[in-house]
């Protein structure tokens, strides 16, 4: 069992940066790719980014690329997505995940899942 944690979310301005954390079980998220998904009310979980469990493939939306960054630290089992030039379409609540699946974009192959954080971005 894999239990995940998020942290770092909050309000902030348009243009402004967060970084959001995600820690789990000591020890076991290496034996798992991760992924930073996101709902906003009245609509669909989507996938924002992915990475392999080295962390050294990494999957973007489009709708981010550019714009956020996620990486890993399996020592210290913790994803992070480092999120730049926030626009108000990107509010939500952002939960990661973690799967052994290799497709990363669909949110039902991923079984293990935190509790999520909100990110509020003001115009």
């Known amino acids: 069992q894999v239990q995940l944690v998020e942290s770092g979310g909050g309000l902030v301005q348009a243009g402004g940066s967060l970084r959001l954390s995600c820690a789990g079980s000591a020890g076991t998220l290496s034996d798992y790719a991760m992924g930073w998904f996101r709902q906003a009310p009245g609509k669909e979980r989507e996938f924002v980014a992915r990475c392999s469990r080295s962390g050294a493939n990494t999957y973007y939306a489009r709708s981010v690329k550019g714009r956020f960054t996620i990486s890993r630290d399996n020592a210290k089992s913790t994803v992070y997505l480092q999120m730049n030039s926030l626009r108000p379409e990107d509010t939500a609540v952002y939960s990661c995940?973690?799967?052994?699946?290799?497709?990363?974009?669909?949110?039902?192959?991923?079984?293990?899942w935190g509790q999520g954080t909100q990110v509020t971005v003001s115009s």
């Open positions: 995940a973690a799967t052994t699946s290799s497709d990363y974009r669909n949110p039902i192959l991923y079984p293990y």
